[in-house]
């Protein structure tokens, strides 16, 4: 990784931050709780891949109609994540793959 694609995706990352500062006050909560659940439990790709700008997307839409955030996703914000990652592998998903190529390799 080159300090130009350090800087570009700093560049983006602001951007993004920027959109998620224009939201509604409501949204921007939400959005920040779905960012913590994701950054912990969520998908690799998670910091480079498409799915936290979608977010963003979703949300200026809606409160664009006017909708509130929990008409969007519901009240359960950790279900409506569990969703959206229910097929990216993950870094639990990784490191029980990790743990499940050691095993049998052991001898007493």
Do not use: N
Request: glycine share 10%; hydrophobic share 40%.
């Amino acid at each position: 990784m080159s300090i130009q694609d350090i800087v570009e995706g700093k560049k983006q990352w602001r951007a993004h931050m920027a959109r998620v500062k224009a939201l509604p006050p409501d949204y921007r909560i939400v959005y920040k709780e779905m960012q913590k659940y994701l950054f912990k439990v969520g998908p690799v790709d998670l910091p480079t891949g498409p799915l936290l700008p979608e977010i963003v997307d979703f949300f200026e839409e809606g409160a664009a109609t006017g909708k509130g955030v929990l008409e969007l996703i519901g009240t359960d914000v950790a279900a409506f994540c569990d969703d959206l990652i229910k097929d990216s592998p993950t870094y639990a998903d990784v490191y029980q793959e990790s743990l499940g190529r050691g095993s049998g390799t052991a001898t007493k």
